[in-house]
């Protein structure tokens, strides 16, 4: 008979490790991201737009990345130091998310505003 359904017929040893390493790096991923945007805002807000204003945006971009990339680190090796106790990792809470969701719906409504100032 197969063992098919069965979780212990996994191929190899369980890595707790592994999904916080996974998450961690979608977080620098998003990071990345997040700094390459901002640096192509930085770049072209303001030639399209025509005021030196709209370099604002690039900058605030450029800092929450550096914050995002620097609280991912943290997160993680507080994470893994509780694996390596044989812990379960708790998540302290869920305020960068938070603040990466603020931080997203104002560039969006700053990119709205942009659209709706250059078709004038």
């Known amino acids: 008979m197969s063992d098919r359904g069965d979780a212990r017929a996994v191929a190899g040893p369980f890595d707790p490790g592994l999904q916080l390493e996974r ?13 390459a945007g ?10 399209w737009l025509g005021e030196m204003l709209w ?3 690039g900058m605030v971009g450029l800092v929450a990345a550096a914050a995002l990339w620097g609280v991912s680190r943290r997160r993680h090796h507080a994470f893994m130091a509780q694996v390596e106790q044989r812990r379960t990792p708790r998540v302290a809470g869920a305020g960068v998310l938070l603040a990466l969701t603020a931080w997203a719906s104002a560039v969006g409504m700053l990119a709205l505003v942009a659209v709706l100032l250059a078709a004038r």
């Open 55 to 57: 370099v604002v945006p």
């Open 23 to 35: 998450t961690s790096l979608s977080w620098r991923r998003t990071a990345l991201s997040l700094a």
């Open 38 to 47: 901002s640096l192509i805002a930085l770049r072209l807000l303001p030639l």
